[in-house]
């Protein structure tokens, strides 16, 4: 829908913006009308005019690059005064990755969206439901003395979702669980006690934390995801391996969030029958 803003409205506007932007950066209208390339008597007259006077093209592009704002924003087309490479080197950014959750950055992104609902597409299991055992059995060969890293920002994730400030929706693929309760896999040599207690601790912690914290269990063969997560409509976050791709502009963020909620309506065990399930695979596991 196009929005329609009358001629002397958008004028003012612009000076309006003008005027912030050059005290932003601390300009002046000489200096500005230098670096423009414009008579300082024309920037002058175009401040205090209080009627419906637009400059033209040029003007509007040359105080845009000057000052450092897009000429969308000086005109009122936009609500960012970014350029254009600024609004993408924004939008979209690449971080680090670590092996397990131990990254700062991902607890800042947690309370960044702190309120706002919480998608998860764990690469595996999600780290803050894991025992303590697990997470040693699991990062003790990469991690060595980091593991206890490991563990703690574990809890700090589990104690935030304790605290009910987001909600909190994970999807994992059936298989992925399949494979643990029976340790085939990458889950290969895993003890059957540690299995046993993983299991009921998934359980309990679900029945505990439920409906905060839901889980979705969606069959791969017919659905696939990568590992993303979405915070809110802040941010989401694609693991790669080495590294996140991280996207905060608006269509990616709700395109990711789409693809996050179709794996929710295609699965196949629902939050309700989730304790059922978790008890199927102990008594599998024995």
């Given at each position: 829908m196009v929005i329609k803003i009358d001629k002397r409205d958008r004028a003012q506007l612009f000076r309006d913006r003008?005027?912030?932007?050059?005290?932003?950066?601390?300009a002046t209208q000489s200096g500005l009308a230098r670096d423009a390339g414009v008579d300082r008597s024309t920037l002058s007259q175009l401040l205090k005019d209080r009627g419906a006077r637009l400059p033209n093209a040029q003007l509007v592009a040359e105080c845009a690059a000057v000052l450092g704002v897009s000429a969308d924003w000086l005109l009122g087309l936009s609500d960012r005064p970014e350029q254009a490479e600024a609004l993408v080197a924004?939008?979209?950014?690449?971080?680090?990755?670590?092996?397990?959750m131990v990254d700062d950055q991902i607890f800042a992104w947690h309370q960044?969206?702190?309120?706002?609902?919480?998608r998860h597409v764990p690469s595996g299991l999600p780290d803050m439901m894991k025992t303590s055992e697990m997470l040693r059995w699991e990062y003790a060969p990469s991690l060595g003395k980091t593991t206890d890293q490991a563990i703690g920002a574990s809890e700090d994730r589990l104690n935030w979702m304790r605290g009910a400030r987001s909600d909190y929706e994970i999807a994992l693929p059936l298989s992925e669980?399949?494979?643990?309760a029976r340790a085939e896999g990458y889950y290969s040599g895993l003890p059957t006690a540690l299995r046993r207690d993983q299991l009921r601790q998934f359980r309990d912690l679900h029945a505990q934390l439920y409906p905060s914290l839901r889980l979705h269990l969606y069959d791969q063969r017919q659905l696939y995801s990568a590992p993303v997560t979405v915070f809110g409509p802040l941010l989401a976050v694609i693991?790669?391996?080495?590294?996140?791709?991280?996207?905060?502009?608006?269509?990616?963020?709700?395109?990711?969030?789409?693809?996050?909620d179709s794996l929710v309506r295609a699965a196949t065990v629902s939050p309700r029958d989730m304790v059922d399930h978790f008890d199927q695979l102990i008594a599998q596991v024995g």
């Open positions: 003008l005027t912030a932007a050059m005290t932003l950066v601390g924004t939008a979209i950014s690449m971080t680090e990755a670590p092996r397990a960044e969206a702190a309120g706002y609902k919480i669980l399949s494979a643990f693991y790669i391996g080495r590294n996140y791709l991280v996207f905060r502009d608006t269509e990616r963020v709700d395109a990711v969030t789409q693809h996050f």
